[in-house]
């Protein structure tokens, strides 16, 4: 299988050397699972896209710092992307902005949360555990770092896994399109990064319960297996 990673935003520099860029996190993690897979990146915020929607067998949308409903004209395109691969039935899986975006793109609403930034480990539940589940524990532990939500889903997605904080953490659309609230991408040094960086803007409270939450391990190898069951069914 070939998997095409729609970039979406770019790693701090100085973090880069330990953490890589976003697409380097989930070759890493999708790569480690089954090393069979190739993996083709697409920079959409710089315009970069594949010449024809069938060069590679599925895609992902990786996070970002924009939001989905910023006035950018790369958003605006990627947007169309993803109704194009609806309309395609292509495999599609968005994680956190790419949750957001396939939402927003397919008739849905994103906006800010009342409730404010979810950051650090937070656990989402499984209400009901679809085919490319492993059928084990409806919990799960990921890390998560948004303030945006899905406020609405599209037309027809189904809710699967959600949670106090977020209700709409995992979402499917037909049989083509998957997408987590969460970053099973991220590992907790990277998420403890981002949440010293982001410290005054998070507030003190979440700060401090992010950081202590990350004495939990996520369960990204599982979510990683998930994705791929999802993608190869």
């Given amino acids: 299988m070939k998997l095409g990673i729609l970039k979406t935003d770019a790693v701090r520099t100085e ?27 697409y920079d959409v915020e710089q315009g970069e896209y594949p010449r024809d929607i069938d060069e590679v067998d599925a895609y992902l949308i990786t996070g970002s710092k924009s939001s989905v409903y910023d006035d950018k004209p790369w958003i605006a395109t990627l947007m169309e992307f993803v109704r194009e691969l609806d ?26 949360s009342p409730k404010g930034w979810g950051v650090g480990l937070h656990r989402h539940r499984f209400t009901r555990r679809p085919h490319w589940h492993d059928q ?4 799960f532990a990921i890390l ?4 945006d939500q899905v406020v609405s889903n599209a037309p027809g997605a189904e809710v699967l896994a959600s949670s106090d904080f977020c209700e709409n953490a995992v979402v499917q659309i037909g049989e083509h399109i998957l997408t987590f609230q969460g970053h099973p991408e991220f590992v907790p040094g990277y998420s403890r990064e981002i949440m010293e960086f982001r410290r005054e803007i998070i507030g003190e409270p979440t700060y401090v319960a992010g950081m202590d939450s990350l004495a939990e391990a996520p369960e990204s190898e599982r979510i990683g297996r998930w994705i791929l069951a999802f993608l190869k069914a």
Avoid: N
């Avoid at 395609?88 to 396939?102: A, E, P, S, T």
């Fill in 15 to 41: 973090w880069v050397p330990e953490f890589g860029e976003y697409p380097d996190m989930f070759i890493a993690l999708l790569g480690r699972l089954d090393p069979s897979l190739e993996f083709v990146v």
């Fill in 144 to 147: 998560v770092s948004h303030q």
């Fill in 87 to 112: 309309r395609r039935r292509k495999k599609l899986v968005g994680i956190c902005f790419g949750h957001q975006l396939v939402a927003h793109a397919l008739g849905g609403e994103t906006g800010k």
């Fill in 136 to 139: 084990g524990e409806a919990e």
